[in-house]
């Protein structure tokens, strides 16, 4: 079986592939230890867009540097990707929406007590998980990947 390499992805391929992506979990601290929510989410330009409710979890995010991951991971080969995203969340209303750069529109219905986590794209990294093969012979200290 062939090992495992991790390269790391462009800005472009990370906010492709974040683009493309269904679902999400946002990271953060709760009570000074790691929290993970799995949320469904949109790209507006230079930002992640999270559907919440008003007196939510989310609540306690206003202002704070939070985490946002997502992945496609194909078990049966052994390869996929995953992004990382870090920036300042922000609870927002729909009608405070508008204000986002690159904001067009919201891609669900409203709601009665719907608020949205915004978190800014500050920073972001990615990596492809794939197959290595050895290398040539007289050359057997590198791996390639392919």
């Not at 493309?20 to 949320?39: D, E, F, K, N, W």
């Not at 049966?76 to 990707?81: A, L, Q």
């Not at 920036?87 to 204000?99: F, I, K, M, P, Y």
């Not at 904001?103 to 500050?122: K, M, N, Q, Y």
Request: aromatic share 6%; net charge negative; hydrophobic share 40%.
């Amino acid at each position: 079986m062939p090992t495992q390499k991790f390269s790391a992805l462009t800005v472009a391929e990370c906010l492709r592939l974040l683009r493309s992506a269904p679902i999400g979990r946002v990271v953060y601290t709760r009570h000074a230890l790691p929290a993970v929510r799995p949320a469904v989410f949109t790209v507006p330009d230079g930002h992640v867009l999270v559907r919440c409710t008003r007196d939510s979890w989310a609540d306690r995010l206003d202002g704070v540097i939070v985490g946002f991951e997502t992945d496609s991971i194909d078990p049966e080969n052994r390869t996929g990707w995953t992004i990382l995203v870090l920036g300042r969340a922000r609870v927002l209303g729909r009608s405070q929406l508008a204000e986002l750069p690159g904001f067009t529109d919201v891609p669900w219905p409203p709601e009665p007590g719907e608020a949205f986590l915004a978190i800014d794209i500050e920073d972001i990294t990615g990596h492809r998980l794939g197959p290595t093969r050895l290398p040539a012979a007289g050359c057997a200290d590198e791996l390639v990947a392919t």
